[in-house]
């Protein structure tokens, strides 16, 4: 990636007379990213069972990020067949610069040699779901609630009817979205197989 920008702050010098500080490469960074979120948006077809919290999920963006820059009234509301302009993370690239800048090394995101990121204060992008398990989701979502995340039966919740207490008095789509994939994830293992016991059993 091309980070035209860079040669404007001071190089550091790597020894003890340092010039640059933490700050100017957060401040590097923070305006690197800015720049490339501005250029990266994705534009996306809702389909029955899409969230704004679930795009945001599967492209590294953000719930208020997809409202602003859709102009949307209600982020729990949106229409089937509504085009949507998703922003995409690329906060691994911004990162590198970052800590090239520092070190005053080549910025090359493929040579962990030359640059060391540190992965637990970046943004790691949610992994999209395969198509297959797209379609095993949107199948138990219909099938329990049609979507609607206010949908009540006895202790059941929400788009995928989960039992009250896995919610633990947390009903927002966000929460649903989130213990709704890790019940999944945990007693079935992926989509495909809770689809296989719902029809077989009428339930997950």
């Given at each position: 990636?091309?980070?035209?920008?860079?040669?404007?702050?001071?190089?550091?010098?790597?020894?003890?007379?340092?010039?640059?500080?933490?700050?100017?490469?957060?401040?590097?960074?923070?305006?690197?990213?800015?720049?490339?979120?501005?250029?990266?948006?994705?534009?996306?077809?809702?389909?029955?069972?899409?969230?704004?919290?679930?795009?945001?999920?599967?492209?590294?963006?953000?719930?208020?990020?997809?409202?602003?820059?859709?102009?949307?009234?209600?982020?729990?509301?949106?229409?089937?067949?509504?085009?949507?302009?998703?922003?995409?993370?690329?906060?691994?690239?911004?990162?590198?610069?970052?800590?090239?800048?520092?070190?005053?090394?080549?910025t090359n995101a493929n040579n962990?040699?030359?640059?060391?990121?540190?992965?637990?204060?970046?943004?790691?992008?949610?992994?999209?779901?395969?198509?297959?398990?797209?379609?095993?989701?949107?199948?138990?979502?219909?099938?329990?609630?049609?979507?609607?995340?206010?949908?009540?039966?006895?202790?059941?919740?929400?788009?995928?009817?989960?039992?009250?207490?896995?919610?633990?008095?947390?009903?927002?789509?966000?929460?649903?979205?989130?213990?709704?994939?890790?019940?999944?994830?945990?007693?079935?293992?992926?989509?495909?197989?809770?689809?296989?016991?719902?029809?077989?059993?009428?339930?997950?």
């Amino acid at each position: 990636m091309n980070v035209s920008g860079i040669n404007q702050y001071t190089p550091i010098q790597n020894n003890n007379n340092q010039t640059a500080t933490a700050t100017q490469a957060a401040n590097f960074s923070q305006n690197l990213a800015t720049s490339q979120a501005a250029l990266a948006t994705k534009t996306v077809t809702a389909q029955k069972g899409d969230t704004v919290w679930g795009f945001a999920q599967k492209y590294g963006s953000t719930v208020q990020q997809i409202t602003d820059q859709n102009h949307l009234k209600d982020p729990n509301l949106i229409l089937i067949g509504q085009k949507l302009k998703i922003p995409v993370s690329q906060t691994t690239t911004p990162t590198v610069a970052a800590q090239a800048y520092l070190t005053n090394q080549p910025t090359n995101a493929n040579n962990p040699s030359a640059v060391q990121t540190d992965t637990k204060s970046s943004n790691s992008i949610v992994q999209p779901l395969s198509d297959a398990e797209e379609k095993a989701r949107a199948y138990i979502v219909q099938h329990e609630s049609g979507g609607n995340y206010n949908a009540r039966n006895g202790k059941y919740i929400g788009k995928y009817q989960l039992d009250s207490s896995y919610l633990n008095g947390d009903y927002s789509p966000a929460n649903q979205e989130k213990v709704a994939a890790n019940y999944v994830a945990k007693r079935y293992g992926n989509w495909e197989n809770a689809m296989k016991h719902w029809e077989s059993h009428n339930c997950y």
